[in-house]
């Protein structure tokens, strides 16, 4: 598959790995926006939100979830994190596998741009 993210699941392509676990797999973004921005992705290839069905409800809850714990685990939670999932082009996705982003480690302003 030419999908990025589903070379990274299938570990073939390296990528810094700091979760996984049957459904998901999270990883430092290679072009971070601040200095702790993770990606939580599903081991399931979805393209992109619009293509999320209803069986689909709990895998994004559990990414949700893991990003919460990654946030403890990172020492972000009490000061604070965004959580953002981008669809589309307009919406700013260049990876074409839905993924999660957590970003931290510095005050994020509003609007983000």
């Not at 699941?9 to 999270?26: C, F, G, R």
């Not at 702790?36 to 999320?52: E, Y």
Request: aromatic share 6%.
């Amino acid at each position: 598959m030419d999908c990025l993210f589903c070379q990274i699941v299938s570990k073939k392509v390296d990528s810094d790995i700091i979760y996984e676990d049957d459904e998901i797999i999270a990883f430092s973004d290679i072009n971070p926006k601040t200095p702790i921005h993770k990606l939580i992705v599903p081991r399931k290839h979805i393209a992109t939100i619009n293509d999320l069905s209803a069986d689909d409800t709990l895998l994004v809850g559990n990414m949700i979830q893991t990003a919460r714990q990654l946030a403890g685990e990172l020492n972000i939670a009490d000061a604070g994190y965004r959580l953002v999932l981008n669809t589309n082009h307009d919406g700013g996705q260049i990876v074409y596998h839905i993924h999660l982003h957590l970003l931290g480690g510095r005050d994020l302003t509003w609007p983000p741009g």
